[in-house]
């Protein structure tokens, strides 16, 4: 009896897990709206965005594309999530968000871990990650931070890459520099206090607040050394297929605001502060930091190929470099064609 | 101590039980390896991650953080629970502190001692001994107030210094009690000094977990993590049972 008890038992809860509880079944690709009919005459679209983990004025052509109208009148009904980078890479993967803004270094770790994702769109044309270091420090170049105290979140992600790029063109390691780990990103106020020399940052958040007030800050960028690429509009490649349309109109939908922003900063300042009223307490600041952030949505290549442009060199040449990395975060050999897709871009 | 064959066999049993749902899942349920790997892929990373020698000095940092944490907060939790035991005063003055202390979350305290204490081996000492504590105080306050009051009385009849009455009855007594504590403090010690690495580190079993979700996206890697986390605890709480075992006996 207790056997067939036993037996019972276990039979119901194999069969409770294979019922699979609503989970996400990720196995059959999303229904889309037939293309040949205009989005914007039937129900509109749903489209799930991820956005960056707090709400900021980085953002603004989010904001201001939402609040303008562009994705109602490209037929599309979207919500923003703010998740962090490693999350929202794997809910697009999965299909539960449509479409999201991540780090370039981290898709290639993620595409060479079998994680069905595309770059679609470059949102930020210069890699933003960026060294920085109180002028009076007498830090200049790369090769200056030998031996000096480097803040930084943590050894992984996009900082720790660039630092490594950065490094390596002075010939030096990790090892030559004294990393100081603020793992929450508390190295901008340990820089203010004199804590440490230098520290990882953003181009358009840490150096224009240490410039705000008052102390003018060196920055190293790595652009130079390895183009590595910024945050940009990531799919997921079934999505590409299936929601084409919605996504398309998307993407479209949001360099024309990041157009309109460049044009006008203020407009799209306006827009964040209405998103997030929290940032309208300094908007003096949160204008710098979004001119700072306009900036790095455009380079040379951007000029040449239009915003959004994805720079496959660039790609090329940063999959070689990480590859090369001593903590191998490429499990295995990518093609740049399983990295990007331009099929989203306008035309 | 005797270990029964059918106890063996419940056990591998269940574990095996275990395995066969998780496949089933990740089979009926369509789930691709980075949303949910299919336990064959674990184990394999698992293996792997030991022979390539990635796992080791994550495991062997973590290890280190839990001995001092839960020897850091045993001693702490002995000792303040006995006063509170004995002590209606230490009783009033630090309860509410203590179950405040305890009500608030670790995972909100953890980035301010890392802040305080820095990132390196001092601050997941601290953070580990504080969840450690409150149940080995706890359980140490119950044991000792549940003492055989008849028993103290005859020690102060025998004139018996205090000393004297913590070693022979108070201690005895209440150790089934506190040896419970040690159960539930121990397991919490992992909780402790993972959460501690989350907050800044450079090496731990917290850190792998961060890398392999945050840098790597080696979804496997995660789960043989999370599995060397869950062995560790088990062989802790394993270690207590038989401490407790061979100083009260089995109990039932």
């Keep these: 009896m207790r056997r067939l008890t036993s037996l019972a038992l276990a039979t119901m809860l194999l069969a409770a897990a294979c019922s699979g509880g609503g989970s996400p079944g990720p196995s059959v690709p999303p229904v889309s709206p037939s293309p040949s009919v205009p989005a914007s005459a039937l129900t509109p679209t749903k489209l799930t965005v991820g956005l960056g983990y707090i709400p900021s004025v980085q953002f603004a052509q989010f904001y201001l594309a939402q609040q303008a109208g562009y994705y109602r009148d490209a037929g599309l009904d979207v919500t923003f999530q703010n998740k962090i980078d490693p999350d929202l890479i794997t809910l697009v993967g999965q299909g539960a968000v449509d479409i999201g803004i991540a780090d370039g270094t981290s898709v290639i770790p993620a595409v060479s871990q079998g994680i069905p994702v595309r770059y679609v769109a470059t949102i930020y044309a210069q890699f933003p990650n960026v060294v920085y270091a109180r002028e009076s420090s007498g830090i200049r170049t790369a090769g200056d931070l030998k031996s000096r105290k480097l803040g930084t979140p943590g050894k992984f992600g996009s900082s720790w890459i660039m630092l490594q790029a950065l490094l390596g063109s002075a010939g030096l390691t990790t090892n030559d520099v004294s990393i100081q780990l603020y793992p929450d990103f508390g190295q901008g106020a340990a820089l203010q206090q004199g804590a440490v020399d230098a520290a990882t940052g953003f181009i358009n958040n840490e150096p224009v607040q240490l410039e705000q007030s008052g102390t003018p800050a060196t920055l190293l960028k790595v652009d130079s050394i390895v183009p590595l690429p910024g945050n940009g509009l990531i799919a997921s490649s079934d999505g590409i297929q299936a929601k084409s349309t919605p996504l398309k109109a998307f993407v479209a939908a949001t360099l024309r605001a990041m157009n309109d922003v460049i044009a006008d900063p203020q407009k799209g300042l306006d827009a964040a502060v209405a998103a997030v009223p929290e940032l309208g307490k300094d908007r003096a600041l949160q204008l710098a930091i979004l001119k700072a952030t306009i900036d790095t949505w455009q380079s040379a290549y951007t000029k040449a190929h239009g915003l959004g442009a994805i720079d496959r060199d660039g790609w090329t040449k940063t999959v070689a470099f990480m590859t090369g990395l001593p903590d191998h975060p490429v499990a295995r050999q990518v093609s740049v064609d399983e990295l990007v897709s331009e099929a989203l871009l306008p035309k | ?252």
Excluded at chain 2, 43 to 48: D, H, I, K
Excluded at chain 2, 64 to 84: C, D, K, M, R, S
Excluded at chain 2, 130 to 147: D, E, K, N, Q
Aim: hydrophobic share 60%; aromatic share 8%.
């Design chain 2, 1 to 252: 101590m005797r270990v029964r064959a059918s106890d063996v066999a419940w056990v591998v049993g269940g574990a095996v039980l275990f395995v066969l749902v998780w496949q089933a899942v990740v089979v009926v349920g369509g789930f691709r390896p980075f949303v949910l790997p299919s336990p064959f892929s674990v184990a394999t990373r698992f293996v792997e991650a030991w022979r390539d020698g990635t796992m080791e000095p994550h495991v062997a940092t973590t290890l280190g953080e839990i001995a001092l944490g839960f020897a850091a907060g045993a001693a702490t939790g002995l000792v303040v629970g006995y006063l509170l035991a004995r002590s209606r005063m230490a009783e009033r003055l630090l309860s509410p502190y203590i179950v405040a202390a305890q009500a608030t979350p670790v995972l909100a305290v953890a980035p301010l001692l890392a802040l305080w204490f820095g990132t390196g081996l001092l601050s997941k000492v601290i953070i580990c001994a504080l969840i450690v504590f409150f149940p080995i105080a706890v359980s140490t306050m119950v044991g000792i107030r549940s003492v055989d009051a008849e028993l103290l009385e005859m020690c102060r009849a025998f004139r018996a210094t205090p000393s004297q009455v913590l070693a022979k009855v108070e201690v005895p007594g209440a150790l089934p009690s506190i040896l419970g504590g040690f159960r539930v403090g121990v397991t919490l010690a992992v909780i402790g000094a993972i959460v501690g690495e989350w907050a800044g580190g450079e090496r731990g079993l917290g850190v792998l977990i961060n890398l392999a979700r945050g840098s790597l996206f080696d979804t496997p890697l995660l789960f043989a993590t999370l599995a060397t986390i869950a062995l560790i605890g088990i062989a802790l709480y394993m270690a207590v049972v038989l401490l407790e075992r061979r100083l009260v006996g089995a109990r039932g």
